[in-house]
């Protein structure tokens, strides 16, 4: 299994996660036997210290190298701490974990803990009842919330209650550039979005694409329309949407944003044939670091495949990378970013007193340790945790990794990608009117208007 599909709910994120450790990705273990709350999974890579005598918890999580075995760490200290209320767990691939505790919910048979994204998929967990209000656990545990980024508990709240616990990595969306290319044309990274629109013909008047983009995974069009909805009108824009607000895809800033994107298509900001690219080919990456596209707007988690893949490229000192930059007059604040704030560890309501409590024990003691978080810093991965930049080191990759604390440690907002924040159906109308945004077969008018018909479904 990919692991990138784990910072990422939709079946399409092939995205390589080498990230800067430049590890082998190594396919994930095959999907183990599920189990109730409390009870021993049969097939789980169970915590090897743990007792077992006493009242545990069970946590379903996903397989898939470096990240299981860095959860399997964690379980294996807490256990060996607690031996007489172990954590029991049990890892799944990403497809079939999701079937798998979408089943264990509606039957009243899913585990202790729930691994998650949080967003729109948490969400229909709290409006059927089927997770714990956490903050009061919060509360009696203000230090471990100080220890995470502020801008990772948006996904985790619902109605200003928070139910999950942010934690493990956080992953921003970055805009790449070629400074070979840069250089050639004779302009500088753009530090607004006039700017960007200034450069774009003289960067295709060289013969190279302005902006590298595999549009045909839809995905990969969001993540412009969520900066821009965001450097516009700010972060209150989309979250109008997000809480059920009657016709709010028909804001102002929203039709703004929609007209500013399809400006950028029409003057060829974008490689031809960019709705023909896949994501999941990386060859959007290659257009980047082979010099036939200036810049790219992607995951953090592309990184890792243009260092293993576009040769000396990243060595040679050819990439550079920046947050997404302002808009002139516009009410987002330009440190915000959007992506992946964090993955998220919720309580299953149907547990008992005493599985919860062993849950609650484990959520406050395992995911925060020095040795945990110096493990994903090892695998080439920023954890949502304040302070986390000490343990970088002086690494190849030292500057990138300190490049994506300093992103997501200033972010005033950090959005959730805009398919994890929404549930599914809306989610998917979403992704289908981008792509015919970009397209350009509908206008802003015409896509605001698809998507306030699916409010609230």
Same mark, same amino acid.
């Given at each position: 299994?990919?692991?990138?599909?784990?910072?990422?709910?939709?079946?399409?994120?092939?995205?390589?996660?080498?990230?800067?450790?430049?590890?082998?990705?190594?396919?994930?273990?095959?999907?183990?036997?599920?189990?109730?709350?409390?009870?021993?999974?049969?097939?789980?890579?169970?915590?090897?210290?743990?007792?077992?005598?006493?009242?545990?918890?069970?946590?379903?999580?996903?397989?898939?190298?470096?990240?299981?075995?860095?959860?399997?760490?964690?379980?294996?200290?807490?256990?060996?701490?607690?031996?007489? +209320?172990?954590?029991? @767990?049990? #890892? *799944?691939? /990403?497809?079939?974990?999701?079937? !798998? %505790?979408?089943?264990?919910?509606?039957?009243?048979?899913?585990?202790?803990?729930?691994?998650?994204?949080?967003?729109?998929?948490?969400?229909?967990?709290?409006?059927?009842?089927?997770?714990?209000?956490?903050?009061?656990?919060?509360?009696?545990?203000?230090?471990?919330?100080?220890?995470?980024?502020?801008?990772?508990?948006?996904?985790?709240?619902?109605?200003?209650?928070?139910?999950?616990?942010?934690?493990? +990595?956080?992953?921003? @969306?970055? #805009? *790449?550039? /070629?400074?070979?290319?840069?250089? !050639? %044309?004779?302009?500088?990274?753009?530090?607004?979005?006039?700017?960007?629109?200034?450069?774009?013909?003289?960067?295709?008047?060289?013969?190279?694409?302005?902006?590298?983009?595999?549009?045909?995974?839809?995905?990969?069009?969001?993540?412009?329309?969520?900066?821009?909805?965001?450097?516009?009108?700010?972060?209150?824009?989309?979250?109008?949407?997000?809480?059920?607000?009657?016709?709010?895809?028909?804001?102002?800033?929203?039709?703004?944003?929609?007209?500013?994107?399809?400006?950028?298509?029409?003057?060829?900001?974008?490689?031809?044939?960019?709705?023909?690219?896949?994501?999941?080919?990386?060859?959007?990456?290659?257009?980047?670091?082979?010099?036939?596209?200036?810049?790219?707007?992607?995951?953090?988690?592309?990184?890792?495949?243009?260092?293993?893949?576009?040769?000396?490229?990243?060595?040679?000192?050819?990439?550079?990378?920046?947050?997404?930059?302002?808009?002139?007059?516009?009410?987002?604040?330009?440190?915000?970013?959007?992506?992946?704030?964090?993955?998220?560890?919720?309580?299953?309501?149907?547990?008992?007193?005493?599985?919860?409590?062993?849950?609650?024990?484990?959520?406050?003691?395992?995911?925060?340790?020095?040795?945990?978080?110096?493990?994903?810093?090892?695998?080439?991965?920023?954890?949502?945790?304040?302070?986390?930049?000490?343990?970088?080191?002086?690494?190849?990759?030292?500057?990138?990794?300190?490049?994506?604390?300093?992103?997501?440690?200033?972010?005033?907002?950090?959005?959730?990608?805009?398919?994890?924040?929404?549930?599914?159906?809306?989610?998917?109308?979403?992704?289908?009117?981008?792509?015919?945004?970009?397209?350009?077969?509908?206008?802003?008018?015409?896509?605001?208007?698809?998507?306030?018909?699916?409010?609230?479904?």
């Amino acid at each position: 299994m990919d692991p990138q599909s784990q910072h990422r709910p939709t079946a399409t994120r092939r995205a390589i996660l080498g990230m800067a450790a430049g590890l082998p990705l190594i396919g994930g273990l095959a999907a183990c036997g599920s189990s109730g709350p409390g009870t021993s999974a049969s097939g789980s890579a169970s915590g090897g210290s743990g007792g077992g005598n006493g009242t545990g918890a069970s946590f379903w999580t996903l397989s898939g190298k470096p990240q299981e075995d860095i959860r399997q760490q964690a379980v294996d200290a807490f256990n060996k701490a607690n031996p007489d +209320t172990p954590i029991k @767990i049990t #890892l *799944f691939q /990403n497809d079939a974990y999701k079937q !798998k %505790v979408k089943t264990a919910l509606g039957a009243g048979q899913a585990p202790t803990i729930l691994w998650g994204w949080g967003g729109g998929g948490l969400k229909s967990w709290v409006d059927a009842g089927q997770v714990d209000d956490l903050t009061d656990f919060f509360a009696e545990n203000s230090a471990l919330k100080d220890k995470i980024f502020p801008s990772s508990f948006g996904a985790a709240t619902v109605d200003d209650k928070v139910y999950a616990l942010p934690c493990e +990595t956080v992953t921003p @969306i970055v #805009l *790449f550039y /070629n400074k070979k290319v840069l250089e !050639k %044309v004779g302009v500088q990274p753009p530090q607004s979005w006039q700017e960007i629109l200034d450069i774009v013909p003289k960067i295709n008047a060289a013969g190279v694409a302005p902006f590298s983009l595999g549009g045909q995974s839809r995905w990969t069009n969001m993540m412009w329309l969520e900066f821009l909805y965001d450097r516009i009108g700010g972060p209150e824009v989309f979250q109008a949407v997000f809480d059920g607000e009657k016709d709010a895809w028909s804001n102002p800033d929203s039709i703004q944003a929609l007209t500013e994107m399809q400006k950028l298509i029409k003057m060829n900001g974008f490689v031809k044939g960019f709705a023909s690219i896949t994501a999941d080919s990386n060859a959007d990456q290659a257009l980047l670091y082979t010099g036939k596209a200036a810049m790219m707007l992607h995951g953090a988690w592309t990184y890792g495949g243009m260092k293993n893949d576009g040769g000396d490229f990243v060595s040679g000192g050819n990439l550079g990378y920046m947050n997404f930059p302002a808009y002139d007059g516009g009410k987002g604040d330009p440190s915000d970013s959007v992506g992946n704030p964090a993955q998220y560890l919720s309580i299953s309501s149907k547990a008992s007193e005493e599985e919860k409590a062993s849950a609650k024990k484990f959520l406050a003691e395992s995911q925060f340790t020095d040795e945990i978080l110096q493990a994903w810093i090892d695998s080439g991965n920023i954890p949502v945790a304040q302070g986390s930049d000490s343990l970088i080191g002086s690494g190849e990759d030292a500057d990138w990794l300190k490049f994506q604390y300093d992103t997501a440690a200033n972010a005033k907002s950090f959005a959730q990608s805009w398919d994890q924040a929404l549930p599914p159906t809306q989610a998917e109308v979403l992704l289908d009117n981008i792509a015919k945004l970009f397209q350009l077969s509908i206008s802003p008018q015409q896509f605001a208007s698809n998507l306030n018909a699916v409010i609230g479904k």
